[in-house]
């Protein structure tokens, strides 16, 4: 209880002890630029691109045999007799929902590999931040901010971490 009492009687006490906020060192990392722009993430880019691009030149060819077949139904529908349309439309109605399926199933298995493939990226780079803060005695470090003054920006020295190349102070 004294010594509470004393620091209370003696400010220039009780400020040595905490730390000052003009002392505490701040930075900031735009997430987003580390996942559009480092080494790691590109070359996951790179690989999803690559995994998806068979099933991506799929939906395309059924796009464009969907839209000859709307087209030909179109243009000959009047000299169609009734069976003939019906089976037509049959037939355009099961392609549209065997490719709207196929779409669907795509979008959520590309989505879901590139969350795998960014989460492994975070993971990388949350270490080499951690690194940097420890090394430059950050106290804190940012990764959502509105706004961040470009003096505590640090994204940079992070993709060149990321890079292998040795952070520039």
């Known amino acids: 209880l004294a010594i509470p009492l004393a620091m209370l009687a003696h400010p220039a006490v009780a400020q040595q002890s905490a730390p000052s906020p003009a002392a505490s060192k701040f930075g900031f990392v735009n ?9 790691p993430a590109v070359r996951a880019q790179k690989k999803i691109e690559a ?12 796009a ?4 000859r ?3 030909d139904l179109e243009k000959n529908a009047v000299t169609m007799n009734d ?6 439309e049959r037939d355009f109605g099961e ?7 196929k779409q669907r199933e795509f979008r959520e298995d590309l989505n879901q590999r590139r969350n795998e493939e ?3 990226v975070v993971e990388l780079a949350n270490r080499v931040i951690r690194q940097i803060a420890e090394q430059e005695r950050f106290d ?8 961040a003054s470009p003096r505590i920006d640090i994204t940079d020295r992070v993709i060149k971490a990321l890079e292998g190349k040795p952070p520039a102070k």
């Open 31 to 39: 997430t987003e630029r580390v996942l559009r722009d480092a080494a």
């Open 51 to 62: 995994e998806f691009q068979k099933r991506d030149q799929e939906l395309a060819r059924l």
């Open 64 to 67: 464009e045999q969907l839209k």
């Open 69 to 71: 077949m709307q087209e």
């Open 83 to 88: 069976a003939q349309r019906r089976a037509k």
């Open 95 to 101: 392609l549209n929902r065997d490719f709207q399926r």
């Open 118 to 120: 960014l989460a492994q």
């Open 140 to 147: 804190i470090i940012f990764q959502d901010a509105v706004y």
